[in-house]
Every structure is written in C-alpha cells, then in structure tokens.
C-alpha cells in the first residue's frame, strides 16, 4: 500500500494501476468494509458482496480474477512461493519468485503484467492506455477501445481494406504480447 509519492514518472505499471483501482474500489464499498474482504483470503468475509452496485462487483471480480490468475502464475514455477502481502505487492511478489525460473515462465509473467496494466486501466474507464499501441498489422497507430465488445479496434482504411472491408480488432492479451516481446528483442539487440 506504501506508494512513495516522489514524482517520479515510472509508476503507471500493473501494481500502480491495480493500487489506485483497489483504492477506488474500497472508497465505493458494495456493502462495507466487510463487504469485499478479498485483501485477506482466508478470513471467511470474502463471499459476503450483495448485489446492488454492478459496477464494484465488476470491478471486485476483477481484482480477485487479476490476483488470482498471477498468484496461480507464480505458483505453478515456484510452489513454495505463499501469498503476496498485499494485492498490489502480487506483481512484485511474483516477479521475486520467478526470477530464476524458465525464460518462457518469465516472459509469461511479463505479459500477463503488462496485459493487467492495460485491463486495470480499462476496467477504470482509462481507455487511453490503448493508443500507443500499434496494430499487429498494419502497424499504424489509431487503435480505439471498443468496451462492448472488449477488444481494441483499428480505424486504418488501408488495413480494412486489405481485410476485406473489415476492420481488425485486438484483445488486450494480443497487444500485451506484441508489446512485451518487442521490448525484449530491443533489449536483446541493445546488449
Ligand atoms: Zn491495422
């Protein structure tokens, strides 16, 4: 929970995005503050969410669906590995726990990151994180989030065209994965 406000411009990564949704999210309780006890497994509270505010469901959903899927990750390499302390020390916690692990595991873990960073901003109504992405095909940028249908469209006529009219469109997975292993062959060929 500790966020050291120092200005400093590298925190819009998974955990700061999972932090201010978490934050959010416990300042719009479902319930109460027992209502959504998900930072403590274990507890037995953590089924008590009423229905009433879709929003937080959704949102609480969410985060235990993120938490639980990078908890899962880091697990399957590392099976000694306990719990994070806190949901937003889960990507820290897992990268601790796997740095020693497969190449495949850890690239695995850095998509699985990056495609949080980019779920826990959209699921905050921040569709802006989908801009600077490319389109896998065309490689223009232009990308628009679609929310209703969960993917990210491209508006390229050219790239419609040479899709037979249609334009193509990309999951969040899709961009995380182009974006994380172009990343890793700059760094590659820059050592
Ligand atoms: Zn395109």
Same mark, same amino acid.
């Given at each position: 929970?500790?966020?050291?406000?120092?200005? @400093?411009?590298?925190?819009?990564?998974?955990?700061?995005?999972?932090?201010?949704?978490? /934050?959010?999210?416990?300042? /719009?309780?479902?319930?109460?503050?027992?209502?959504?006890?998900?930072?403590?497994?274990?507890?037995?509270?953590?089924?008590?969410?009423?229905?009433?505010?879709?929003?937080? #469901?959704?949102?609480?959903?969410?985060?235990?669906?993120? $938490?639980?899927?990078? $908890?899962?990750?880091?697990?399957?390499?590392?099976?000694?590995?306990?719990?994070?302390?806190?949901?937003? @020390? $889960?990507?820290?916690?897992?990268?601790?726990?796997?740095?020693?692990?497969?190449?495949?595991?850890?690239?695995?873990?850095?998509?699985?990151?990056?495609?949080?960073?980019?779920?826990?901003?959209?699921?905050?109504?921040?569709?802006?994180?989908?801009?600077?992405?490319? +389109?896998?095909? +065309?490689?223009?940028?232009?990308?628009?989030? #679609?929310?209703?249908?969960?993917?990210?469209? +491209?508006?390229?006529? /050219?790239?419609?065209?040479?899709?037979?009219? /249609?334009?193509?469109?990309?999951? %969040?997975?899709? %961009?995380? %994965?182009?974006?994380?292993?172009?990343?890793?062959?700059?760094?590659? +060929?820059?050592?």
């Amino acid at each position: 929970m500790a966020n050291t406000d120092t200005g @400093d411009t590298d925190t819009d990564n998974a955990s700061q995005r999972l932090a201010e949704l978490h /934050h959010y999210f416990r300042e /719009h309780p479902v319930t109460g503050p027992e209502g959504h006890s998900y930072t403590r497994p274990g507890t037995g509270h953590a089924a008590s969410t009423a229905p009433g505010l879709p929003y937080n #469901q959704r949102v609480c959903d969410h985060i235990r669906a993120s $938490v639980t899927e990078v $908890v899962q990750h880091t697990r399957t390499a590392a099976p000694d590995a306990g719990l994070p302390q806190h949901i937003e @020390d $889960v990507y820290d916690w897992a990268r601790e726990h796997t740095e020693n692990a497969p190449a495949d595991v850890q690239l695995n873990r850095d998509i699985t990151e990056y495609r949080h960073r980019l779920e826990h901003a959209v699921h905050a109504g921040d569709f802006s994180v989908v801009r600077p992405h490319r +389109c896998p095909a +065309c490689r223009t940028l232009g990308l628009h989030w #679609q929310p209703e249908r969960q993917r990210a469209v +491209c508006l390229n006529l /050219h790239c419609a065209r040479s899709n037979k009219g /249609h334009s193509r469109s990309w999951t %969040l997975g899709r %961009l995380a %994965l182009e974006h994380v292993t172009a990343e890793k062959s700059l760094r590659e +060929c820059a050592t």
